[in-house]
């Protein structure tokens, strides 16, 4: 219970810091979305369940601070995660960093391309460079993950 707990405030903590640190921080423009590139990174280490509840809690908090219709940061962060688990995972069981970036990238793509449709801002300029720099961050943050965070599949070897 307590460790539910604990996790639950550290998500609350990273959508603090996404929404009133790292948004201030733009580079070109484009702030990186922690939120959805911790939950990916999660995933692909096998932690299904923690980055469903990254992806959940922080989608919810996302939509609160975000003026686009309430549940679309949700649904779009969680389709995503259910793409790469039950499907690219089967093709790319251990990913390497490379893997990762196009991961990442396809990601980064499917939600711009969601959010350009709906909000009918169609530039392909900040699309592409939030593609990329939010791939770098997270091949960035996926290696930092790779070196904390054990899969569960180590966990059984060990």
Known sequence: MIKYIVKILAILMLVILQIAIISKIAIWGIIPNLILILSICLILRDRFEDGFLVALLGGLMMDLSSSLHFGLFTLIFLAILAVIYFYLLKFFPAPNWLTSLLIFGGSFLLLDLIISLLVGDWSWQEILKDIIINSLWGG???????????????IKLT
């Open 140 to 154: 960035i943050i996926y290696l930092i993950v790779q070196r904390i965070v054990q899969s569960k599949e180590e």
